[in-house]
């Protein structure tokens, strides 16, 4: 892949993108935010089970 290509998919990219409009982002926030937990928890659970395991 070239530089003028690439120059000509990104101005091509950035033609066609448009900024997300409010429940848009609020729900992409929401998702972030719940991966971010979920990941915490199960963190937090694999910690807890090993330190409860003899060793």
């Known amino acids: 892949m070239g ?3 690439f120059f000509q998919s990104a101005s091509r990219l950035l033609k066609l ?3 997300p409009g ?3 982002l ?3 926030i929401k998702v972030c935010f719940l991966g ?3 990941i915490g ?3 937090f659970i694999i910690k807890l089970i090993s330190s409860a ?3």
């Open 3 to 5: 530089l003028r290509s």
């Open 26 to 28: 609020w729900l992409s």
């Open 53 to 55: 395991l003899p060793g």
């Open 36 to 38: 971010t937990i979920a």
């Open 41 to 43: 928890g199960i963190g």
């Open 17 to 19: 993108a448009t900024k």
């Open 22 to 24: 409010r429940t848009e």
